[in-house]
């Protein structure tokens, strides 16, 4: 199923428990496990900086860095350059790994993917899910559907899953938004510290 391929992703960041979830990223390997690789960002190309930036702020992210980029750099305007963008980049907890950045092109101009159909809720190849930890559900789910072009996917619920040892159970509120773009969003709470039956 997508969403538990999706959730794979919140147990694998989230597995030490609900108290590491608002903590900067903590070392996850030994010093022997180490590669010498860091995912530093993923930057989704939008339609409209300003209402991506509404919702991403809306959900928590702060912005770290903002500058228009033009080829060739000496360009001083957008009409002196062959191309031109403006170019944002927001953090969670760690400001050098796991960067969101939102880039919108002014030139030249370009066409934008279509937009889902309203009815359309299943991610097909191409598509990128964005997976959030958040603290206090509630609170981001609705400031993020109160964003301008937000679209809800699901509302909060309890899924569980199995946990690293096979005998476990990891419990995760899930929930999920379209950004302004169609970009599928989870904000998820995980919950590993509450018991299965409660």
Do not use: W
């Amino acid at each position: 199923m997508i969403r538990a391929l999706m959730l794979a992703l919140v147990v694998a960041t989230s597995a030490c428990g609900a108290g590491a979830i608002a903590a900067p990223a903590p070392e996850r390997v030994s010093a022997d496990q180490r590669v010498p690789l860091d995912l530093r960002r993923t930057t989704l190309v939008v339609r409209d900086i300003e209402a991506s930036l509404a919702f991403y702020r809306a959900i928590g992210l702060v912005p770290i860095y903002d500058n228009v980029i033009r080829t060739p750099r000496d360009a001083k305007n957008d009409e002196s350059a062959e191309q031109s963008l403006r170019l944002v980049f927001l953090r969670a907890n760690n400001d050098y790994i796991g960067i969101l950045g939102l880039m919108e092109y002014t030139r030249p101009e370009r066409q934008p993917r279509p937009k889902r159909a309203p009815d359309d809720n299943l991610l097909n190849p191409g598509d990128i899910v964005l997976v959030f930890n958040v603290e206090n559900q509630e609170e981001v789910f609705a400031r993020a559907v109160a964003s301008p072009g937000v679209r809800v996917g699901e509302t909060p619920h309890v899924v569980t899953y199995p946990g690293y040892d096979g005998t476990s159970v990891i419990r995760v509120s899930f929930s999920s938004v379209y950004d302004p773009d169609g970009h599928y969003v989870e904000l998820n709470q995980v919950l590993t510290d509450l018991p299965v039956g409660e």
